[in-house]
Each structure stands twice: as C-alpha cells, then as structure tokens.
C-alpha cells in the first residue's frame, strides 16, 4: 500500500512533458517493478476467489436433497430389527451389512435369517412411489422362505407385497431376483415399513436366509 501511495503521490512527475524523472520517481518505479510480481500475483488470487464465489451458487444441486423430492431415497441404512439377534447365523438374526455372492455377482446385503422382520421409518414422505430391492434366497436348500412387505401409517399395518422364494426347486430363485412395490405415501409421522421373513408352506426354517439389496423408495416416474 506504501509503494501505491507514493506511486499516486508521483503521477505530476512521471507525465511532465519533458518525461524527465525525478529521483523519488525513479525509487518509486523501482519499487513498484520489485513488487511487480506480488502484486500480480494477488490480482489473479483475488480474482479467481471472485470466480469461485460467483459460480459457487449456480453449481447443481444433488437430487437427493430431503425426504419430499429425491430421486431416490436409499433405505438401507435405516432399517432395524427390534428383539431381534444382531449378525449371527441363528434363527431370528438381523445383519446389516451381509456379503452375498449369487450367479457370481457379490452384493452387501440386509440379511433376515427367519422369523424376523426389519422396519425402516419414512415418516414425512407424500407422494407416489416405489420401494424397490435386489432379493434372494441365499441357500438352495430347506422349503423355501416367505417374504411379506408390509406399510404402516397412521397406525395401520396393511400388507402391500408378499412373495415365497423356492431356490431348492426354482432356478430364477437363485439369482438376485428385482423386487418393485408401488407405494402411495400419505407424509404420516409414523410411517413405516417393514419386512417380514418367515418359513416355508411346511414350517421349515432350515436356511431360510434372505438378502436383500439396494432397498430404496423412487419416485412412480422414475421407477425402473
């Protein structure tokens, strides 16, 4: 700021007519040609953080923003099992996170090894939807498993989805099977929804492991 003073203070000197140069206006040039460099230097800093600023709030926004418009909304994370065993390999367990290799394609997995059922809360959301998943029995053994998908809202628990899944007898079965259930959401604080894994028509539960992946709600247009 010193050397820009003095440069200003100079003006009458460095544009006389003669354009003969003072011994102050010569230290002052000298000066200025010194800090040439610096001074460009913070010239291109301070405009590129402008150009940051500027463009900073047109940059797109994700389409995930909130429960009312996502483009979809992973579920995954959400689900929990009351009473029910925390990983594990017996009955009634819940796991998380539950790496499933089927038709060689490996997924990490919600497993339910039955009976037992996981909830996910989504209260707050309106509108049409779809809850979609990645679904499979893991064992081709046992009598097959029951999966039933049920929503509650307002303190209703109405049954929305069911499908038996046979991978001992049924080919289709042993392959990660694309589940799509469309789902009218009404934004109740209660919202829920939850799935259900129960035995086979003869009440086996041997094996009776299902995993689900990529469990998520998507808007009705958007669904696949």
Same mark, same amino acid.
């Given at each position: ?52 600023? @500027?463009?900073?709030?047109?940059? +797109? !926004?994700?389409? &995930?923003? #909130?429960?009312?418009?996502?483009? $979809? =909304? ?37 497993? @339910?090894?039955?009976?037992?059922? +996981? !909830?996910?809360? &989504?209260? #707050?959301?309106?509108?049409?939807? $779809? =809850? ?93």
């Amino acid at each position: 700021m010193k050397y820009i003073a003095e440069f200003f203070m100079n003006l009458p000197d460095l544009y006389k007519g003669n354009h003969q140069d003072t011994k102050s206006t010569k230290n002052t040039k000298r000066k200025l040609h010194s800090n040439h460099s610096v001074l460009g230097a913070l010239g291109v800093l301070v405009v590129s953080l402008l150009v940051l600023a @500027l463009t900073g709030g047109c940059i +797109a !926004k994700s389409p &995930i923003q #909130g429960k009312q418009h996502p483009s $979809f =909304l992973d579920l995954t994370s959400r689900f929990f099992a009351p009473g029910a065993r925390l990983k594990g390999s017996g009955t009634g367990t819940f796991d998380p996170h539950y790496p499933v290799v089927r038709k060689g394609e490996r997924r990490d997995t919600m497993l @339910l090894i039955a009976p037992v059922t +996981a !909830k996910a809360e &989504i209260g #707050g959301i309106e509108g049409s939807y $779809f =809850l979609e998943a990645l679904c499979t029995q893991v064992f081709n053994t046992g009598d097959g498993i029951q999966m039933d998908i049920y929503l509650t809202e307002r303190g209703e628990r109405r049954k929305v989805y069911g499908r038996y899944f046979d991978a001992g007898r049924r080919a289709e079965d042993r392959d990660w099977v694309p589940v799509s259930v469309p789902l009218i959401l009404g934004k109740a604080r209660d919202s829920q929804v939850e799935i259900e894994a129960s035995a086979g028509p003869q009440g086996d539960l041997t094996s009776d492991w299902l995993a689900l992946s990529s469990v998520r709600l998507v808007p009705g247009k958007e669904a696949r």
